[in-house]
């Protein structure tokens, strides 16, 4: 059984919006260099869980440990200094901005822990941003911004990255340009935590899967489980 520190360590945590109690105890551990995926239905907690870890609830209670350090009376700031990405769901690309400009806005992490990208090898991974970094934030295509949403953690030197729903909406040779990415990135010694609502896009990439109800997690597997798995996750995700 390994001793190494996981990237993240989650136990008890509770999250609020306001008066809204939305996390009721989340416990979940993500290994380092793995690939985890978060699913569950719509409103079950799994994009404010990937929140409450980047400290973007309201109140939080618990413990959330990022490379073993305790991080949950820490501002979003210190704990993106860490080593932690997020990735919203909304991509968060800055539409007066060109995609060069988009890709230099977060500085690079104080201190990082190695992995930052230079500008040179983010776009030998994507190409498509090379071509489109004088066009403006509005006029790249969805596949494009959320390539370029991804590229600007790269660059900070962050190793785990948060990504919320990234294949959303997106045509199937873009999402499976995405796919490549996440197993290149892998390959590098990132740790990446998914919520993914398309199963079949998550399903061949990820190592561990949590199914998060009402607020917690209600199954938690590794990937070669998951045959044996799929009748009890049938059931969790039918709508």
Known sequence: M??????????????????SHILH???????????????????????TTLRAIMGLTGARKGSVKVHGQESIGLPTHRIAHLGIGYCPEERGIFASLSAEENLHLPPRLPGGRGKAMSEAEIYAMFPNLAERKASQGTRLSGGEQQMLAVARILRTGADILLLDEISEGLAPVIVQALARM?????????????????????????DHFHVIEHGHVALSFPASELAAQQAALDELLSV
């Open 25 to 47: 105890g989340v416990n979940l551990t993500v290994p380092r260099g793995q690939v985890v995926t978060l699913l569950g239905r719509n409103g079950a907690g799994r994009t």
């Open 182 to 206: 996440i197993r290149a990135l892998k390959a590098q010694g990132f740790t990446i935590v998914m919520v993914e609502q398309n199963f079949r896009f998550a399903a061949p990439l990820a």
């Open 2 to 19: 390994s001793t190494e520190t996981p990237a993240i360590e989650i136990r008890d945590l509770n999250a609020w919006y306001g008066e």
